[in-house]
Protein backbone atom coordinates (compact mmCIF):
# COMPACT_ATOMS: atom_id res chain seq x y z
CA UNK A 1 0.00 0.00 0.00
CA UNK A 2 1.08 3.40 -0.70
CA UNK A 3 0.33 6.28 1.54
CA UNK A 4 0.61 9.98 0.70
CA UNK A 5 0.89 11.67 4.57
CA UNK A 6 0.39 15.35 5.06
CA UNK A 7 1.79 17.36 7.89
CA UNK A 8 1.12 21.04 8.31
CA UNK A 9 0.45 21.21 12.05
CA UNK A 10 2.98 24.18 12.85
CA UNK A 11 5.87 25.59 10.77
CA UNK A 12 6.45 22.63 8.54
CA UNK A 13 4.90 22.20 5.29
CA UNK A 14 5.82 18.20 4.74
CA UNK A 15 4.39 15.62 2.50
CA UNK A 16 5.72 11.86 2.25
CA UNK A 17 5.18 9.07 0.15
CA UNK A 18 5.27 5.60 1.82
CA UNK A 19 5.23 1.94 1.24
CA UNK A 20 3.82 -0.27 3.99
CA UNK A 21 4.06 1.81 6.37
CA UNK A 22 8.18 1.90 6.91
CA UNK A 23 9.89 1.96 3.35
CA UNK A 24 10.21 5.94 2.91
CA UNK A 25 10.06 6.92 -0.96
CA UNK A 26 9.98 10.47 0.14
CA UNK A 27 9.88 12.72 2.66
CA UNK A 28 9.93 16.49 1.96
CA UNK A 29 10.02 18.86 4.60
CA UNK A 30 9.75 22.64 3.93
CA UNK A 31 11.06 24.57 7.20
CA UNK A 32 9.64 28.01 7.92
CA UNK A 33 12.27 28.99 10.45
CA UNK A 34 13.77 31.85 8.16
CA UNK A 35 9.87 33.63 8.65
CA UNK A 36 9.72 33.32 12.54
CA UNK A 37 13.66 33.98 13.20
CA UNK A 38 12.74 37.61 13.73
CA UNK A 39 9.80 37.34 16.41
CA UNK A 40 11.37 34.73 18.25
CA UNK A 41 8.65 32.37 17.82
CA UNK A 42 5.82 31.21 15.57
CA UNK A 43 3.16 33.87 13.86
CA UNK A 44 0.21 31.70 13.73
CA UNK A 45 -0.93 34.12 10.43
CA UNK A 46 2.43 33.99 9.09
CA UNK A 47 2.54 30.20 9.29
CA UNK A 48 -0.81 29.90 7.34
CA UNK A 49 0.26 32.16 4.68
CA UNK A 50 3.67 29.84 4.31
CA UNK A 51 1.53 26.36 4.54
CA UNK A 52 -1.12 28.02 1.50
CA UNK A 53 1.92 28.90 -0.94
CA UNK A 54 3.84 25.47 -0.34
CA UNK A 55 1.29 22.86 0.45
CA UNK A 56 0.49 21.53 -3.86
CA UNK A 57 4.51 22.68 -4.46
CA UNK A 58 5.15 20.22 -1.44
CA UNK A 59 3.38 17.28 -2.85
CA UNK A 60 4.35 17.85 -6.20
CA UNK A 61 7.98 17.39 -5.07
CA UNK A 62 7.33 14.74 -2.76
CA UNK A 63 5.69 12.58 -5.78
CA UNK A 64 8.19 13.32 -7.89
CA UNK A 65 11.03 11.95 -5.74
CA UNK A 66 9.11 8.80 -5.27
CA UNK A 67 8.75 8.83 -9.50
CA UNK A 68 4.91 7.84 -8.65
CA UNK A 69 1.93 9.79 -9.62
CA UNK A 70 -1.38 10.78 -7.43
CA UNK A 71 -2.71 7.62 -9.04
CA UNK A 72 -1.01 5.23 -7.81
CA UNK A 73 -1.75 6.25 -4.53
CA UNK A 74 -3.64 3.86 -1.94
CA UNK A 75 -4.56 6.23 1.02
CA UNK A 76 -4.47 9.89 2.02
CA UNK A 77 -3.04 10.22 5.49
CA UNK A 78 -3.05 13.94 7.40
CA UNK A 79 -2.52 15.02 10.62
CA UNK A 80 -5.45 16.71 11.93
CA UNK A 81 -4.66 17.93 15.52
CA UNK A 82 -3.27 18.50 17.77
CA UNK A 83 -1.56 22.11 16.36
CA UNK A 84 -2.49 25.18 15.19
CA UNK A 85 -6.06 25.37 13.87
CA UNK A 86 -5.33 27.16 10.76
CA UNK A 87 -2.53 25.47 9.64
CA UNK A 88 -4.60 21.84 10.62
CA UNK A 89 -7.34 23.45 7.96
CA UNK A 90 -4.88 23.62 5.00
CA UNK A 91 -3.49 20.60 5.23
CA UNK A 92 -6.77 18.79 6.51
CA UNK A 93 -8.89 20.60 3.16
CA UNK A 94 -6.20 19.31 1.15
CA UNK A 95 -6.19 15.58 2.13
CA UNK A 96 -9.69 15.50 1.65
CA UNK A 97 -9.77 17.25 -1.87
CA UNK A 98 -7.10 14.75 -2.99
CA UNK A 99 -9.23 11.99 -1.59
CA UNK A 100 -12.37 13.32 -3.12
CA UNK A 101 -10.95 13.72 -6.53
CA UNK A 102 -8.92 10.55 -6.84
CA UNK A 103 -11.66 8.27 -5.00
CA UNK A 104 -9.25 6.76 -2.42
CA UNK A 105 -9.69 6.96 1.54
CA UNK A 106 -8.30 9.14 3.72
CA UNK A 107 -7.37 8.90 7.09
CA UNK A 108 -6.91 11.59 10.04
CA UNK A 109 -3.44 11.06 12.14
CA UNK A 110 -2.78 12.48 15.34
CA UNK A 111 0.86 14.47 15.84
CA UNK A 112 1.94 12.91 18.80
CA UNK A 113 1.34 9.43 18.20
CA UNK A 114 2.81 9.98 14.75
CA UNK A 115 6.03 11.39 16.87
CA UNK A 116 6.12 8.37 18.89
CA UNK A 117 5.64 5.90 15.78
CA UNK A 118 8.38 7.49 13.94
CA UNK A 119 11.18 6.01 16.26
CA UNK A 120 9.30 2.97 14.99
CA UNK A 121 10.28 3.65 12.00
CA UNK A 122 13.47 4.33 12.34
CA UNK A 123 14.27 0.83 14.16
CA UNK A 124 14.96 -2.20 12.16
CA UNK A 125 13.68 -4.85 14.51
CA UNK A 126 10.02 -5.33 15.52
CA UNK A 127 9.32 -2.89 19.09
CA UNK A 128 8.15 -5.49 22.35
CA UNK A 129 4.97 -3.86 23.13
CA UNK A 130 3.99 -2.88 26.23
CA UNK A 131 6.49 0.04 26.06
CA UNK A 132 6.93 3.73 27.13
CA UNK A 133 6.33 6.36 24.59
CA UNK A 134 8.02 10.04 25.56
CA UNK A 135 7.32 12.42 23.90
CA UNK A 136 9.61 15.85 23.91
CA UNK A 137 8.53 18.94 21.22
CA UNK A 138 7.71 22.43 21.01
CA UNK A 139 4.32 21.81 21.73
CA UNK A 140 4.28 18.63 24.19
CA UNK A 141 5.51 16.64 27.03
CA UNK A 142 3.90 13.31 27.66
CA UNK A 143 4.44 9.99 28.56
CA UNK A 144 2.56 7.46 27.04
CA UNK A 145 1.87 3.68 28.02
CA UNK A 146 1.91 2.22 24.84
CA UNK A 147 0.44 -1.35 24.49
CA UNK A 148 0.36 -1.42 20.64
CA UNK A 149 -0.11 0.46 17.56
CA UNK A 150 -3.43 1.89 18.24
CA UNK A 151 -3.62 1.03 21.73
CA UNK A 152 -2.58 4.04 24.21
CA UNK A 153 -2.97 5.27 28.21
CA UNK A 154 -1.58 8.82 28.87
CA UNK A 155 0.45 8.28 32.35
CA UNK A 156 1.70 12.00 32.31
CA UNK A 157 2.09 15.56 30.43
CA UNK A 158 3.05 18.98 31.30
CA UNK A 159 0.67 21.42 32.95
CA UNK A 160 1.76 24.27 31.45
CA UNK A 161 4.90 24.95 28.90
CA UNK A 162 6.66 21.86 26.63
CA UNK A 163 9.95 21.67 27.76
CA UNK A 164 10.78 22.65 23.79
CA UNK A 165 8.76 25.71 24.42
CA UNK A 166 10.85 26.14 27.55
CA UNK A 167 13.70 26.23 25.66
CA UNK A 168 12.83 28.79 23.21
CA UNK A 169 11.62 31.25 25.91
CA UNK A 170 15.04 30.86 27.72
CA UNK A 171 16.60 31.25 24.54
CA UNK A 172 14.75 34.37 24.29
CA UNK A 173 15.94 35.91 27.62
CA UNK A 174 18.94 35.08 26.66
CA UNK A 175 18.83 36.71 23.39
CA UNK A 176 19.54 33.62 21.56
CA UNK A 177 18.22 32.80 17.56
CA UNK A 178 15.07 30.54 17.28
CA UNK A 179 14.64 27.69 17.55
CA UNK A 180 16.24 28.09 20.86
CA UNK A 181 17.02 24.37 21.72
CA UNK A 182 20.43 23.93 19.79
CA UNK A 183 21.57 27.34 20.72
CA UNK A 184 20.91 26.64 24.84
CA UNK A 185 22.39 23.20 23.69
CA UNK A 186 25.27 24.92 22.53
CA UNK A 187 26.75 27.50 24.91
CA UNK A 188 25.62 24.60 27.34
CA UNK A 189 29.07 22.53 26.39
CA UNK A 190 30.88 25.26 27.83
CA UNK A 191 29.42 25.81 31.03
CA UNK A 192 28.77 25.14 34.67
CA UNK A 193 25.73 23.02 35.02
CA UNK A 194 25.87 23.28 38.96
CA UNK A 195 26.53 27.08 38.83
CA UNK A 196 23.07 27.80 39.34
CA UNK A 197 20.65 25.72 41.19
CA UNK A 198 17.66 25.38 38.70
CA UNK A 199 14.98 22.93 39.29
CA UNK A 200 11.87 21.90 37.44
CA UNK A 201 8.59 21.75 39.36
CA UNK A 202 6.92 18.90 40.41
CA UNK A 203 3.16 18.81 40.58
CA UNK A 204 1.48 17.12 44.18
CA UNK A 205 0.13 14.10 43.92
CA UNK A 206 1.03 13.31 40.06
CA UNK A 207 4.41 12.54 40.00
CA UNK A 208 4.61 11.66 36.55
CA UNK A 209 3.46 15.44 35.60
CA UNK A 210 6.15 17.97 33.93
CA UNK A 211 5.96 21.22 35.04
CA UNK A 212 8.41 23.93 33.49
CA UNK A 213 6.94 27.06 33.89
CA UNK A 214 8.65 27.97 37.29
CA UNK A 215 12.08 26.66 35.81
CA UNK A 216 11.76 29.36 33.34
CA UNK A 217 10.83 31.33 35.99
CA UNK A 218 13.92 31.09 37.99
CA UNK A 219 16.51 31.63 34.85
CA UNK A 220 14.65 35.43 34.88
CA UNK A 221 14.94 36.42 38.02
CA UNK A 222 18.69 35.00 37.54
CA UNK A 223 19.18 37.22 34.57
CA UNK A 224 17.17 40.00 35.88
CA UNK A 225 18.69 42.46 38.73
CA UNK A 226 17.14 41.63 41.51
CA UNK A 227 17.17 45.43 42.06
CA UNK A 228 15.34 45.93 39.87
CA UNK A 229 13.67 43.54 38.00
CA UNK A 230 12.38 45.75 35.09
CA UNK A 231 15.99 46.03 34.00
CA UNK A 232 17.75 43.32 32.76
CA UNK A 233 21.75 42.72 33.68
CA UNK A 234 23.92 43.07 30.51
CA UNK A 235 25.31 39.45 31.18
CA UNK A 236 29.16 37.89 30.45
CA UNK A 237 29.54 35.05 28.20
CA UNK A 238 30.83 33.36 31.17
CA UNK A 239 27.52 33.78 32.44
CA UNK A 240 25.91 32.92 29.88
CA UNK A 241 26.86 29.28 29.17
CA UNK A 242 26.67 28.32 32.93
CA UNK A 243 22.68 29.51 32.97
CA UNK A 244 22.21 27.62 29.60
CA UNK A 245 23.91 25.06 30.93
CA UNK A 246 21.96 24.91 34.40
CA UNK A 247 18.42 25.40 32.67
CA UNK A 248 19.27 22.15 30.65
CA UNK A 249 20.63 20.18 33.34
CA UNK A 250 17.39 20.63 35.20
CA UNK A 251 15.00 19.78 32.20
CA UNK A 252 16.91 16.95 31.20
CA UNK A 253 17.42 15.28 34.35
CA UNK A 254 13.73 15.58 35.23
CA UNK A 255 12.81 14.32 32.17
CA UNK A 256 15.04 10.92 32.47
CA UNK A 257 13.74 10.83 36.12
CA UNK A 258 10.18 10.90 35.50
CA UNK A 259 10.62 8.83 32.28
CA UNK A 260 12.74 6.08 34.39
CA UNK A 261 9.90 6.24 37.20
CA UNK A 262 7.09 5.85 34.75
CA UNK A 263 9.25 2.65 33.45
CA UNK A 264 9.24 0.95 36.56
CA UNK A 265 6.07 1.48 37.90
CA UNK A 266 4.29 0.22 34.72
CA UNK A 267 7.25 -2.71 34.03
CA UNK A 268 8.24 -1.86 30.77
CA UNK A 269 11.90 -1.61 29.57
CA UNK A 270 11.48 -0.41 26.35
CA UNK A 271 11.28 3.25 25.61
CA UNK A 272 10.35 5.07 22.31
CA UNK A 273 11.43 8.33 21.90
CA UNK A 274 9.48 11.02 19.99
CA UNK A 275 9.79 14.98 19.14
CA UNK A 276 12.48 17.36 18.07
CA UNK A 277 13.84 17.83 21.65
CA UNK A 278 15.36 13.89 21.30
CA UNK A 279 18.12 15.36 18.99
CA UNK A 280 19.41 17.01 22.41
CA UNK A 281 22.35 14.95 23.00
CA UNK A 282 23.02 15.49 26.54
CA UNK A 283 19.86 14.12 27.30
CA UNK A 284 20.95 11.15 25.67
CA UNK A 285 23.97 10.74 27.61
CA UNK A 286 21.78 11.69 30.65
CA UNK A 287 19.67 8.37 29.40
CA UNK A 288 22.73 6.47 28.27
CA UNK A 289 24.60 6.61 31.72
CA UNK A 290 21.83 5.54 33.68
CA UNK A 291 22.11 2.15 35.48
CA UNK A 292 19.30 0.30 34.15
CA UNK A 293 18.67 -2.41 31.64
CA UNK A 294 16.25 -0.46 29.75
CA UNK A 295 15.57 -0.37 26.16
CA UNK A 296 15.96 3.40 24.27
CA UNK A 297 14.85 3.68 20.77
CA UNK A 298 15.28 6.85 19.29
CA UNK A 299 13.75 8.22 16.21
CA UNK A 300 16.69 9.09 13.25
CA UNK A 301 17.49 12.74 12.27
CA UNK A 302 15.35 13.10 9.56
CA UNK A 303 12.16 11.59 11.47
CA UNK A 304 12.94 13.44 14.89
CA UNK A 305 11.24 16.93 13.30
CA UNK A 306 8.01 17.97 12.67
CA UNK A 307 7.56 15.67 8.73
CA UNK A 308 4.97 13.64 6.63
CA UNK A 309 6.92 10.42 6.86
CA UNK A 310 5.53 9.59 10.24
CA UNK A 311 1.83 10.74 9.59
CA UNK A 312 2.17 8.54 6.50
CA UNK A 313 3.38 5.39 7.92
CA UNK A 314 1.16 5.60 10.84
CA UNK A 315 -1.70 6.24 8.57
CA UNK A 316 -0.61 3.03 6.74
CA UNK A 317 -1.39 1.20 10.36
CA UNK A 318 -3.94 2.90 11.52
CA UNK A 319 -6.28 2.11 8.47
CA UNK A 320 -5.14 -1.30 9.19
CA UNK A 321 -7.00 -1.22 12.26
CA UNK A 322 -9.87 0.79 11.24
CA UNK A 323 -10.55 -0.68 7.98
CA UNK A 324 -12.68 2.11 6.89
CA UNK A 325 -11.66 5.43 5.55
CA UNK A 326 -12.72 8.66 7.75
CA UNK A 327 -15.28 10.81 7.04
CA UNK A 328 -15.52 14.02 5.07
CA UNK A 329 -16.74 15.52 8.43
CA UNK A 330 -13.58 15.05 9.99
CA UNK A 331 -12.53 18.24 11.80
CA UNK A 332 -9.19 19.49 12.81
CA UNK A 333 -8.73 19.61 16.55
CA UNK A 334 -6.39 21.91 18.26
CA UNK A 335 -6.05 19.80 21.22
CA UNK A 336 -7.10 15.90 21.16
CA UNK A 337 -6.01 13.37 23.69
CA UNK A 338 -4.26 10.05 22.15
CA UNK A 339 -6.86 7.50 21.46
CA UNK A 340 -7.15 4.28 21.02
CA UNK A 341 -8.75 2.58 17.94
CA UNK A 342 -11.75 0.60 19.57
CA UNK A 343 -12.76 4.53 21.65
Keep these: MLVLGIESTCDETACAIVRHGKDILSNVVASQIDLHKEYGGVVPELACRRHIDLIIPVIDQALNQAKLTLKQIDLIAVANGPGLIGALLIGLNTAKAL ?68 FDKVAKMLNLPYPGGPEIENL ?61 EAACSDIVKKSLLAAKQYGVNTLLFGGGVTNN ?31 AGLGYYRYQLQNKSDSMDLEPLTRTPLQSVEE
Design 99 to 166: ALALRKPFIGINHVEAHLYAAIMSHPQDVQFPCLGVVLSGGHTALVLIKQIGQYELIGQTVDDAVGEA
Design 188 to 248: AKHGRSVKFNFKAGQVKGRPLDFSFSGLKTAVLYAIKDPKALKETVLLSSEMTQDIAASFQ
Design 281 to 311: CYLRKLFSVTNSNLNYIWPSAGLSLDNAAMI
